[in-house]
T-cell receptor, first 114, second 117 residues
Framework: AQKVTQAQTEISVVEKEDVTLDCVYETRDTTYYLFWYKQPPSGELVFLIRRNSFDEQNEISGRYSWNFQKSTSSFNFTITASQVVDSAVYFCALSSSNTGKLIFGQGTTLQVKP | DGGITQSPKYLFRKEGQNVTLSCEQNLNHDAMYWYRQDPGQGLRLIYYSQIVNDFQKGDIAEGYSVSREKKESFPLTVTSAQKNPTAFYLC????????????????FGSGTRLTVV
């Protein structure tokens, strides 16, 4: 069975702090894809990143960075120098290349205080 | 511009009523999905369809029904059998698995908030 676990339900930081959101996944597929989405209060899901199971290179995009470690089945997300606009719910998700279904974690609510 | 349109944004249902949520996409995506979001529970898959005239149950299909008569449309009906329908519903689409493009990403609509009154 496929499963995504985001153990952190809520995180609160002060602006300019760095924050890491954890994501651990389970799958028996050899080919799979991992995603991070941001959900602001308006409700729509904003795509942040996609990573396939064969690419363990870490990625940095501006203040965002992602650490994919297949050995620990983790795909963690770090925001550097957080800003109030980063406040949102963040979802980690796993997709099977066979079924195409996207399985979500429970989400982590990030609150960045000024 | 291409995208997914969900309507209405807010919907109120009386006890015992069926209601239908609309989802339309013009991205030429083969697959479409319906998710339900409750506070603290993330998003759970209700139904999904990989091609026209075919669909499969997700993890929480009881009390819901769908149809896929056109590639662009995947309406979701919340029936009176769904005992706790108050939630936020999100529709998504992607290319079909196996085409080599399915995991380029999923496009989501802006959601419908359903409330039982």
């Amino acid at each position: 069975a496929q499963k995504v676990t985001q153990a952190q339900t809520e995180i609160s930081v002060v602006e300019k702090e760095d924050v890491t959101l954890d994501c651990v996944y389970e799958t028996r597929d050899t080919t799979y894809y991992l995603f991070w989405y941001k959900q602001p209060p308006s409700g729509e899901l904003v795509f942040l990143i996609r990573r396939n199971s064969f690419d363990e290179q870490n990625e940095i995009s501006g203040r965002y960075s992602w650490n994919f470690q297949k050995s620990t089945s983790s795909f963690n997300f770090t925001i550097t120098a957080s800003q109030v606009v980063d406040s949102a719910v963040y979802f980690c998700a796993l997709s099977s290349s066979n079924t195409g279904k996207l399985i979500f974690g429970q989400g982590t609510t990030l609150q960045v205080k000024p | 511009d291409g995208g997914i349109t969900q309507s209405p944004k807010y919907l109120f249902r009386k006890e015992g009523q069926n209601v239908t949520l609309s989802c339309e996409q013009n991205l030429n995506h083969d697959a479409m999905y319906w998710y339900r979001q409750d506070p603290g529970q993330g998003l759970r898959l209700i139904y999904y369809s990989q091609i026209v005239n075919d669909f499969q149950k997700g993890d929480i299909a009881e009390g819901y029904s769908v149809s896929r008569e056109k590639k662009e449309s995947f309406p979701l009906t919340v029936t009176s059998a769904q005992k706790n329908p108050t939630a936020f519903y999100l529709c998504a689409s992607s290319f079909r698995p196996g085409t080599g493009r399915s995991n380029y990403g999923y496009t989501f609509g802006s959601g419908t908030r359903l409330t039982v009154v």
